[in-house]
């Protein structure tokens, strides 16, 4: 260990001292001094999949789950009606490394196989839907018809039984199973929240509000579900006819037992790691003309990844490591991390 410290340290000497001695060589006149313009880096790709609540994203969960959100039952849970509430804390969680949240879709527990749920008329003509809106209220009742209250919608789907529709399975990440939408024209993405970015976003806290009707299908769903790690979140719960005869108008209970929601995103540019940074330094040591340009997270603890470019020579007063014991130079997104996290699942 001690050689190879001793061996870096010789390195860096003799590259410095290159450095220095190409300096002092003779140069040809200067050329006009080219200004630097350091752009942010937007450059964003798709990411899948991004899960609601984060603390979701990379556990299963602990319980056998539960039939809801897409039910397909007959007899007493043929009709149900249910509510699912997403505050505005777990919709910033997912905004910290995504700027959107283009799908939503459940996830299969383990040892259930592929299904398919068909949704369409009640008796009395009523259409099926599942709607998302902005329930203002980062909390429910019981009365379905007060959640939210008053909220804008976001999108909405329907269902007859000349027109169902018609939630099946797919094979996702990893080989686990996911909920998709195979009567929606946009698939999946048959509901997109657009920017979920705080202070952006139309909307506050988000609400996933269903009143079903199973009219077909085959087999049977049941969804990974939570209520400890997800504890914020709420469902409105209605139940089947047999433990509440108005399941369709009031709630039997309202309890934490919700499901992940997962979908596709966009994601940001990562933030430099401190390996990165270090790297920069000593380019910074050694040639500082060619460190022209850097990034850092500059607006530490915003609950939001970023990597917010810099020109030479600012660096000189960011220490990305110890800024307060060291320079006393600006704190980074490095020390206050900013909810950065693995964007993948483990089934």
């Known amino acids: 260990m001690k050689f190879w410290r001793t061996t870096a340290v010789v390195a860096l000497v003799a590259l410095a001292a290159a450095s220095a001695f190409a300096a002092m060589a003779p140069k040809a006149p200067a050329a006009a001094a080219a200004s630097v313009s350091c752009m942010k880096n937007t450059l964003t790709a798709p990411v899948f999949p991004i899960v609601m609540c984060n603390e979701m994203q990379d556990a299963t969960s602990t319980y056998v789950g539960n039939g809801f959100p897409w039910e397909n039952s007959t007899f007493f849970f043929s009709t149900y009606r249910n509510q699912f509430l997403y505050p505005s804390s777990m919709v910033d ?15 299969s527990t383990s040892f259930t196989g592929a299904n398919t749920n068909d949704f369409g008329s009640f008796t009395n003509g009523a259409a099926s839907f599942v709607r998302v809106t902005d329930a203002v209220s980062s909390s429910l009742v019981t009365t379905f018809a007060a959640n939210p209250k008053p909220g804008a919608a976001i999108c909405e789907i329907t269902g007859t039984s000349a027109a169902p529709i018609q939630m099946s399975t797919m094979t996702g990440p990893n080989g686990s199973l996911l909920q998709t939408c195979t ?27 269903q009143n079903l009707r199973v009219v077909g299908g085959s087999g049977y769903g049941v969804w990974d579900t939570t209520t400890s790690l997800c504890s914020s979140a709420q469902r409105a719960y209605g139940s089947g006819s047999f433990a509440n005869p108005n399941h369709l108008t009031t709630a039997l209970s309202v309890d934490t037992y919700n499901w992940p929601w997962v ?5 940001k540019p990562p933030a430099a790691t401190v390996e990165q940074q270090i790297k920069e330094i000593v380019r910074l040591l050694l040639t500082p003309e060619g460190l022209r340009c850097s990034g850092l ?17 600012m660096g000189k007063a960011i220490d990305p490591i110890q800024p307060q014991v060291t320079t006393g130079g600006t704190i980074t997104g490095d020390e206050l991390v900013d909810g950065m996290r693995s964007y993948g699942w483990k089934p």
Do not use: K
């Open 93 to 107: 969680g997912v905004a910290a490394a995504s700027i959107t949240l283009e799908s939503v879709q459940t996830r």
């Open 183 to 209: 009567s929606c024209a946009n698939g999946d993405r048959w509901c997109n929240l657009g920017n979920i970015t705080p202070g952006v976003r139309t909307y506050s806290h988000v609400l996933l509000d």
């Open 297 to 313: 997270d500059l607006t530490p603890g915003n609950g939001i990844i970023e990597d917010d470019p810099f020109s030479f020579p």
């Open 263 to 267: 979908g596709w995103g966009v994601g």
